[in-house]
């Protein structure tokens, strides 16, 4: 499959990133050539394999739903860029 | 005597027989970071001052009388991806570069419940991607063997500072190999446990379903000492298993006779260094001599469970790291006016290249119309692995494999083409993908002077296993006591 640069715009939006000309051309190159090896996937004899998601069995974990106070509040507020009374500030969302 | 030659159980031993003090102990390991870091360049950030502040107060109640912990005081260095509290968390990244974590990972909860003393935080590859430290934001960690050459990675410079004597241990995690790779180049004995036996709550996320903490240390015994400290379940971490309590030090046997060991052929094959090579048949016809079951099989895996680890592995790092969006970990693009231009420029400004190419790799591979060709396919292979896998181990008590190809490579050589640098992975992502443990004991030198790693691979929850196998190997063959770094520049 040859990868496109219209494609790479795609995923590069999808991904919430915006590259220069000079990164577009090196990812085309590095994403073609990864794609190539991992095609090898296709030859692998997977005939009536179930998929697997995690390392161990799938299933269920419960636990009580309790609430639990976190009160490091200032902890968490002293990685926001930007704060304002005690909350995370953003630019307008809605015009 | 230089203290900082000396494993933990020699400190143990020479602490109780007051030969020596928590004081001294971690004085010559903050003077040996004095010494040493500017060449080797291990540490993010240094904690040698809180330290030292700390080592007094444990000596103090030491002295007082009071009863403390057999670890208190020790030292140790965490990989700068463990969220410590009130101390920065990069994961060398820029992206991360004044995060501060509200809250201690359990890891670290048990590190300081039994009063050890964190030297500091350690150098990686940018949210551990990478097998050479290279990708770094902050600096590249130098090999003590030879300081042009690469320590390995992710954990590189966890792996540089337990070799450069810098700290006694430290932790690592290992999503593909980061834990054991490093190990190999730099000497020195690193584990990966099994999925599930570390909790991975407070570890800043890489692949979910890889991602593991684990141990670096100078030998097998202080490796189930400390794993002892950090395995259990956590109900914070709902993927972690509950397997009762276990003293890993009850391992620590020599006796290995009948033990059955399998040599799968094609992890011996094309792309393997020959020196490596025949280290690693030395090291297996030892084996034999010492009474073990030595049989070769066919595993042929490896090219399968490469590449389904860049797919999955990508996958999801693209989900993982859509949280840094700007808004909430520290780093805001000083140029965004608008949302999505915070979105946007903060993530295209503060990802370095490799983890950009990640990102755009896992996006690609779990976007529409090629989901099923890639994303679902690799889940399928990892069922194939893990069948394959369970296969072996219905013959045998342990896999034994080289940890790394090569020995340690050159600063920049690998570090322009993703592809190689890949293939660096190629013997210890099969044990990520099947979610087994590993560990890997130092062999040998190659020509150069260079170590060699043997990984040593273990059933689900067979640390015990692997421990006893490594353990019996160092006893035997004392790697230690023939080879040291030189600091070669």
């Not at chain 2, 240390?217 to 002892?228: F, H, P, R």
């Not at chain 2, 190629?426 to 002077?449: F, R, W």
């Amino acid at each position: 499959m040859q990868v496109s640069k219209e494609e790479i715009l795609h995923i590069a939006n999808l991904a919430q990133l915006e590259l220069k000309d000079e990164e577009i051309e090196k990812y085309i190159l590095n994403l073609q050539e990864i794609l190539d090896f991992a095609n090898i996937v296709n030859n692998a004899p997977t005939e009536g394999l179930d998929i697997t998601i995690g390392a161990n069995e799938a299933k269920n974990i419960f636990r009580k739903d309790e609430v639990k106070t976190f009160d490091n509040i200032e902890g968490l507020l002293q990685n926001a860029p930007e704060q304002d009374k005690h909350m995370f500030k953003i630019p307008k969302v809605l015009d | 005597m230089d203290i900082t030659e000396l494993t933990v159980h020699e400190l143990q031993g020479k602490l109780k027989n007051k030969e020596l003090t928590i004081t001294q102990i971690n004085e010559a390991y903050v003077n040996r970071i004095k010494e040493k870091e500017p060449e080797v360049q291990a540490f993010i950030t240094e904690l040698t001052d809180q330290g030292m502040k700390q080592a007094k107060q444990i000596q103090n109640k030491i002295d007082n009388g009071e009863k403390v912990g057999d670890l208190a005081g020790i030292p140790i260095g965490i990989k700068d991806i463990i969220c410590t509290k009130g101390v920065k968390t990069t994961c060398a990244s820029k992206m991360l570069e004044n995060f501060i974590a509200p809250y201690d990972a359990t890891v670290m909860e048990k590190i300081n419940a039994e009063e050890m003393i964190d030297l500091g935080k350690l150098n990686m590859d940018e949210f551990a991607m990478g097998g050479s430290t290279e990708y770094s934001y902050f600096k590249k960690t130098r090999n003590p063997w030879d300081l042009s050459r690469v320590p390995g990675g992710s954990s590189g410079g966890s792996a540089a500072a337990v070799s450069a004597n810098m700290v006694p241990w430290a932790l690592g995690t290992d999503t593909g190999g980061s834990i054991r790779q490093p190990a190999a180049l730099c000497g020195v004995v690193g584990l990966k446990p099994t999925y599930g036996l570390v909790s991975r709550y407070g570890l800043v996320a890489f692949a979910s379903s890889l991602d593991q903490v684990g141990v670096f240390t100078k030998d097998v015994q202080d490796c189930a000492i400390l794993l002892n400290v950090i395995a259990g379940h956590d109900e914070k971490d709902t993927t972690s298993v509950d397997v009762g309590s276990k003293d890993y030090t009850k391992s620590l046997q020599k006796d290995i006779k009948g033990l059955r060991i399998g040599v799968p052929k094609e992890f011996y094959g094309e792309g393997i260094n020959p020196e490596v090579k025949s280290c690693l048949e030395t090291a297996i016809a030892k084996y034999k001599e010492m009474g073990a079951e030595v049989e070769e099989f066919s595993l042929d895996i490896a090219k399968y469970a490469l590449a389904t680890y860049y797919i999955i592995a990508c996958a999801e790092a693209s989900s993982n790291l859509g949280r840094y969006d700007g808004i909430r970990y520290t780093y805001r693009s000083p140029e965004a006016k608008t949302l999505k231009e915070i979105y946007k420029k903060s993530r295209s400004e503060a990802f370095g290249a490799e983890v950009k190419r990640r990102i755009i790799l896992g996006t690609y591979v779990l976007s529409s119309g090629y989901y099923d060709a890639y994303y679902k396919k690799a889940q399928q292979v990892r069922t194939l692995v893990m069948n394959e896998f369970n296969k072996a181990f219905e013959k045998y008590d342990v896999i034994i494999t080289p940890t790394s190809p090569t020995t340690a490579f050159k600063l920049g050589s690998k570090s322009n083409n993703p592809m190689e640098m890949y293939l660096a992975d190629i013997c210890t992502v099969s044990v990520n993908i099947a979610g087994l443990p590993g560990i890997s004991v130092p062999c040998g030198v190659d020509s150069e002077g260079m170590p060699i790693g043997m990984q040593i691979i273990g059933n689900k929850f067979c640390e015990e296993t692997i421990i006893k196998t490594a353990y019996a190997y160092e006893q035997e063959t004392k790697f230690r006591e023939k080879y040291k770094p030189t600091f070669k520049k």
